[in-house]
């Protein structure tokens, strides 16, 4: 019956919604900045690329109280309205760092060899990229989107200074509804952590699923060979 209420409950729905949105927007996005930060970073030199890392980890070593203010003043300051954008662009700016650093492993795994010698024979710098390059950083990739998408779902604090009236996000719903009795916050915390975990099994599953295939396509041409 809690399941019911909290499923016809307008409020909750429109939270979840606003949660699911912003989770798979702001991860896509972060994904695909924090992919192309992580490949540019590592052609950089030593000095300028260890800079750019320190400068990237900001946003994971500082509070995150510090980091919703900051970024609450920012908007006021540029005069941008807070609500469901800015909630947005705060989740991509600290959704990005996780990409880079899930990246970067896979970054230094990579055989150069390999991209120079599919350009040696005739393929184009684009094509080379997606069919040798993309696939060895496929499962880092996957991990920092779903890190992404984790992080966000689960975010309150920096959520609760950069939305404004009429929006919020499931973690900000709860911390409404527990301050007074409502039996459907059972409910929408149960929701939260079934997300999550979910989530977490897929980051630790898919990525050795998907670092497992290279493995097995090269075995198979030893075999034929």
Not at 71 to 82: A, H, P
Not at 104 to 133: C, H, W
């Amino acid at each position: 019956s809690r399941y019911i209420t909290l499923f016809s409950n307008e409020d909750i729905m429109s939270a979840l919604t606003n949660t699911l949105l912003i989770a798979v927007i702001s991860s896509l996005v972060a994904t695909l900045i924090g992919t192309i930060a992580a490949l540019a970073i590592s052609k950089m030199r030593n000095v300028l690329r260890t800079t750019l890392m320190g400068v990237t980890n900001i946003p994971m070593l500082n509070a995150e109280i510090v980091t919703g203010i900051s970024l609450m003043l920012l908007f006021v300051t540029l005069g941008i309205r807070l609500g469901f954008t800015t909630m947005l662009i705060a989740h991509i700016t600290f959704n990005i760092p996780y990409v880079i650093l899930s990246v970067m492993p896979r970054i230094r795994q990579l055989n150069a060899s390999t991209y120079e010698a599919a350009l040696d024979l005739g393929a184009a710098p684009l094509n080379a990229f997606i069919k040798v390059v993309l696939p060895d950083l496929a499962p880092g990739i996957f991990s920092g989107l779903l890190m992404a998408f984790t992080m966000s779902i689960d975010d309150f604090i920096i959520s609760y200074f950069v939305t404004g009236s009429g929006v919020k996000n499931l973690s900000i719903m709860v911390y409404t509804m527990s301050k007074r009795v409502n039996p459907s916050i059972n409910a929408v915390s149960t929701l939260v952590v079934l997300i999550i975990t979910v989530a977490l099994v897929i980051i630790n599953v898919v990525p050795a699923i998907l670092a497992k295939r290279p493995k097995k396509a090269e075995m198979s041409k030893k075999k034929a060979v």
